[in-house]
Nanobody
Framework: QVQLAESGGGLVQAGGSLRLSCAAS????????MGWFRQAPGKEREFVAV????????YYLDSVKGRFTISRDNAKNTVYLQMNSLKPEDTAVYFC????????????????WGQGTQVTVSS
């Protein structure tokens, strides 16, 4: 009953910025831990960032710390990923995902996934 829809991807030059959005419908958004993941061609899907349901804590992939910021607006049922100082190695399809069970460390912890949005960073 939960649907997630990402938007905001696109083509950007290295050093540029993008802001991804993930809008949720159905369920109770404020109770979800929300994560962002990415997958490059031929590679495993990897964790990028997560905001736990309280909004009190956020965790990031080491390589994006200081460049990416995850945030949420529960009134709008939306989670964001602000990406600054983008690098070519950030190129991937970015997915948002929702965990309803209170766990967030593994892919299997996430119950719902969006379709993904392409981010391409040129050198």
């Amino acid at each position: 009953q939960v649907q997630l829809a990402e938007s905001g991807g696109g083509l950007v030059q290295a050093g540029g910025s993008l802001r991804l959005s993930c809008a949720a419908s159905g369920g109770i958004f404020s109770t979800y831990t929300m994560g962002w993941f990415r997958q490059a061609p031929g590679k495993e899907r990897e964790f990028v960032a997560v905001t736990i349901w309280t909004g009190r804590s956020a965790y990031y992939l080491d390589s994006v710390k200081g460049r990416f910021t995850i945030s949420r607006d529960n009134a709008k049922n939306t989670v964001y990923l602000q990406m600054n100082s983008l690098k070519p190695e950030d190129t991937a399809v970015y997915f948002c995902a929702a965990s309803t069970g209170g766990y967030y460390q593994n892919l299997a912890d996430y119950d719902y996934w969006g379709q993904g949005t392409q981010v391409t960073v040129s050198s």
